[in-house]
């Protein structure tokens, strides 16, 4: 506990202020610990403008989503029209719920983003393990958060996601059809599946994705921040104990910052006033007809954030199970042959596999889907024991490593492309090399990531004065 | 060589679209829609039409009567000329039809066309666009109930409620042979009888009703652009600020 301190009467008003109440809540230390004295590496990019983006795009999802549920009604029979109340007779609702809507898609622009950075410049390497899993439990809940929130418009397309994502649990086996019967509260998606939805949307996922916020900048301060050289600035201190390549977050980054939260409003606000729908892809032209059960559009497709996993989802067809289960019987051969382990090991390692390929053969490849999708997001916590570079930063890896990572960049592009297309023979195909080479990147990178010379890692960062 | 060209413009174009349009017995590519959604006369002209001829059988649920203020109508106006299903001006636009009825006429209920113009929208154009193809392209069809049948939406359950306008019509088709098929494609129309509009003033009008349509689906598209501009404005001043203020803090950062 803090020492109790006494202040000169003489002291001006907002010093004394200041002095109560930091005998009685941490309020400066925290400034200190959290702005003032938090010292981050002075080589930031552009790319590190997007954590705070984040920040800022959680607060206007919450600040507006509090005026939206004022307005809305969460009712099958009266939801679609209680959104359009808000568009038309609501003072400056239209505004909110475009802010809201828009503010969506931004989430997912900025979140992809920074984890992106990470991801090139080793973020998620020791001593910053748990930062990267925050991060990636704030990905799971987001998403479910943006699924859940999708349904409320009752829109045709709210409806028929929602259905479709819903029905997939069903594939589960045993517990499938009672599970989505537990999330639907109905037997289809109706007005139990909006209240519940609706709940979670607007209290349960906000509180955790909150807490899980806090719990991600906590862990990253106490740790601090990479840089894109990946150098450690804490091996490099002056006498005072300051990193040397540090500099204090405020108000260094905090007036960089505000000019990245400007550079950002300047795109959000674009979109905003002049093309809300965004071509279809922020606003689906098909969720402006209510929702009905008894129509299903020729078409479903989710909104685009989703869309690469939607395509893996897709991807799995019985066909594709084949080719899975060759890759589970190649990695058993390379486990018994070539891996340094007992061979009872071995045998569990062989076992295992037969097991596995009869459990697939066994269960539906729409089960396999389902595992595949939820797989794609789940394999990004594993990415810290995954990766074995002798360096973090993407610019001392070898050339080739560039390249790889390109081609994931690619990749997780054109799946997103393929998944908001209907369904083809050729976009199937390239889904399906597409989700191997997703899987593949993650799986094989404990042995790819060691191949390759790296280049030599300066002690200090990279900076020109700007 | 020009010629050359431009035939085999010609020909790709048709290829591109009027083939697969036909091949696939769907609708057809749709017309740009003249936009005057800043043309208040054309607004007004289009609610008259939307509610003389449309509003019988569809509803507007989610329109106020008196947000048509913002067209440049007065209440009074409004009052006088507009309002047929009620007499309060703040109420939304109702139809007075029965669905059960509706249903029995039309083979369903007519669609709510509040923000029709917005969900019409697809990879073919703007719903605005749909409409004004859609509004363009009915024809004569004695094999159909309604004796109707349309271009855009074939087969669709709406008769052509704007006949007396446009005249009766038939479409003209022209085989042509592409990859060794023969294809219909749409050369023209036959005017079986005339309507009281011109082929061109029934354009002009369909387009006042389509923008009116468009208009509805999000009365303050117009606002927010004239607003967007100067928060744009705004915000680009203050990037400039923040730019210089950021410069000023990092110039002793070496």
Known sequence: MAEFKDISPNAPAADKALNWIDNRFPLSKMFKEHMSEYYAPKNFNFLYFFGALSLLVLVIQILTGIFLVMHYKPDASQAFASVEYIMRDVPWGWLIRYMHSTGASAFFVVVYMHMFRGLIYGSYRKPRELVWLFGCAIFLALMGEAFMGYLLPWGQMSYWGAQVIVNLFSAIPFIGPDL??????????????????????????????????????????????????????????????????????????????????????????????????????????????????????????????????????????????????????????????????????????????????????????????????????????????????????????????????????????????????????????????????????????????????????????????? | ????????????????????????????????????????????????????????????????????????????????????????????????????????????????????????????GTGADYLYTYLRTYYRDDSKATGWNNLAFPNVGMPHVLWELQGQRKPIYEEIESHGHAVQVLKGWEQITPGTLSPNDYDSAVADLVNYLQWMSDPTQSTRIRLGVWVMFYLLIFFVIAWRLNAAYWKDIR
């Open chain 1, 180 to 466: 989505a019967l537990l999330i639907r509260g109905d037997y289809v998606v109706g007005d139990a599946t909006l209240n519940r939805f609706f709940s979670f949307h607007v209290i349960a996922v906000p509180l955790v994705l909150l807490g899980l916020v806090v719990a991600h900048i906590i862990a990253l301060h106490e740790v601090g921040s990479n840089n894109p050289d990946g150098v450690e600035i804490k091996a490099n201190k002056d006498a005072s104990g300051k990193p040397l390549d540090g500099i204090p977050f405020h108000p260094y980054y905090s007036v960089h910052d505000l000019m990245g939260v400007i550079g950002f409003l300047l795109v959000f606000c674009a979109i905003i006033f002049f093309a809300p729908e965004f071509g279809g892809y922020f606003l689906e032209y098909n969720n402006f007809i209510p929702a009905d059960p008894l129509k299903t559009p020729l078409h479903i497709a989710p909104v685009w954030y989703f869309t690469p996993y939607y395509s893996m989802l897709r991807a799995i067809t019985s066909e594709m199970m084949y080719a899975l289960i060759v890759c589970v019987l190649a990695a058993a051969y390379l486990g018994a042959t070539r891996a340094k382990i007992s061979s009872f090991f071995k045998a569990v390692v062989v076992g295992g596999a037969v097991l596995l390929v009869v459990v697939m053969l066994a269960i539906d490849a729409k089960f396999w889907g389902v595992v595949v999708m939820g797989g794609a997001v789940v394999i990004l916590f594993f990415l810290p024991w995954l990766d074995n570079c002798a360096v973090k930063s993407i610019r001392y890896r070898p050339d080739w490593h560039v390249y790889l990572y390109a081609i994931f960049v690619i990749n997780f592009f054109v799946l997103g492309y393929l998944g908001i297309q209907p369904p083809s023979s050729i976009g199937e195909r390239v889904s399906q090399l597409g989700t191997l080479f997703y899987f593949g990147f993650f799986l094989l990178m404990p042995w790819w990531s060691r191949m390759g010379d790296t280049k030599p890692v300066p002690d200090r960062v990279n900076f020109t004065a700007h």
């Open chain 2, 1 to 124: 060589m020009k010629k050359f060209i431009l035939s085999v413009v010609l020909a790709l174009t048709s290829a591109l679209y009027a083939l697969p349009s036909f091949a696939a017995g769907d609708s057809i590519p749709w017309d740009k829609a003249p936009n005057r959604l800043n043309d208040l006369g054309a607004l007004q002209n289009g609610a008259k039409l939307f509610v003389n001829y449309c509003l019988n059988c569809h509803a507007a649920s989610y329109m106020r009567f008196n947000r048509l203020t913002d067209i440049g109508l007065t209440e009074q106006q409004i009052k006088d000329n507009l309002l047929f299903t009620t007499d309060k001006v703040g109420e939304t636009m109702k139809v007075a039809m029965d669905p059960k009825q509706a249903k029995d006429w039309f083979g369903g209920n007519p669609p709510d066309l509040t923000v029709i113009a917005r969900s019409r929208s697809g990879s073919g």
